[in-house]
């Protein structure tokens, strides 16, 4: 019951983002988000995200851009527990495991599986965690 009311407190925050008109310039599709949702910086960039689903409490960035607006099937899939640094870019038919982080500036467009760190253009892991217990935010 409590997670139906905390998902419900999210729909509607995301319609008080989205009358606004624009003033926050972040553009989120409805259900593809789960709940546990942080957007901190709201107001240092656009936030895009145009994905397939995305897991519980991830974090995104201010600049991140996710999926191509042109493409309905070619859209990523974000796990649970990701950590989306500012400006990172991903694109295409990808998908993100649980507990990622992905460092600021970072282009993705291939997999990454679960419990990495990664960064670059394009993105490489960097670092992968053995302890999968701690969530990545």
């Given amino acids: 019951e409590q997670r139906e009311s905390q998902s419900a407190f999210n729909l509607f ?3 008080i983002l989205f009358s606004r008109g624009g003033k926050y310039q972040i ?3 409805l259900n593809m988000v789960g709940p546990g ?3 901190p ?4 960039g656009g936030v895009i995200v145009n994905c397939l689903s995305m897991g519980c ?5 201010s600049g991140v851009v996710i999926g191509l607006n042109k493409t309905p099937d070619n859209r990523p899939i974000i796990g649970n527990n990701v950590l989306l640094s500012p400006g990172v870019k991903i694109t295409g038919k990808c998908k ?8 600021p500036n970072s282009v993705v467009f291939r997999d990454i599986p679960d419990n990495c ?4 253009i394009p993105a490489q892991i960097i670092k992968r965690r053995s302890d999968s217990s701690q969530s990545v935010p």
């Fill in 96 to 103: 993100i495991g649980d507990n990622v982080a992905i460092q």
């Fill in 117 to 120: 760190i990664c960064s670059g």
């Fill in 41 to 44: 910086h709201s107001r240092g």
């Fill in 37 to 39: 949702l942080r957007i």
């Fill in 13 to 15: 925050f995301l319609r």
């Fill in 57 to 61: 409490n991830c974090q995104i960035n």
């Fill in 27 to 29: 553009a989120i599709g």
